[in-house]
Nanobody, 122 residues
Framework: QTKLVESGGGLVHPGGSLRLSCDAS????????IGWFRQAPGKEREGVAY????????FYSDSMKGRVTLSRDNAKNTVYLQMNSLKPEDTAVYFC???????????????WGQGTQVTVSS
């Protein structure tokens, strides 16, 4: 069964950090690009970043560029999203997803996790 599971979300103060994990089962992440998206209440799903399956190149959207870093550990079949200098407007459910393309378009992603809540508040 193809499955993605996010973890690492929680409550953090403004300026704090979190590391989200995306664990895959049922398929090898080596062959897929992995993207991270977020969705705040009442807003559309927004792309945050993706990492390619060939070469491990990364792309970061303007919303969090300079504050997030993507990495992948193919041996563990896991991708990490390190988030620093978090702001209240970063509060959202964060999802990881897999695709065979280098893209930030949600419709191009085939597999999705259930999401993990990130809340930034004092």
């Amino acid at each position: 069964q193809t499955k993605l599971v996010e973890s690492g979300g929680g409550l953090v103060h403004p300026g704090g950090s979190l590391r989200l994990s995306c664990d895959a089962s049922g398929f090898l992440m080596d062959y897929f690009a992995i993207g991270w998206f977020r969705q705040a209440p009442g807003k559309e799903r927004e792309g945050v970043a993706y990492i390619t399956h060939v070469g491990g190149s990364t792309f970061y959207s303007d919303s969090m560029k300079g504050r997030v870093t993507l990495s992948r550990d193919n041996a563990k079949n896991t991708v990490y999203l390190q988030m620093n200098s978090l702001k209240p407007e970063d509060t959202a459910v964060y999802f990881c997803a897999a695709t065979n393309m280098a893209t930030m378009a949600p419709d191009d992603y085939h597999y999705w996790g259930q999401g993990t809540q990130v809340t930034v508040s004092s």
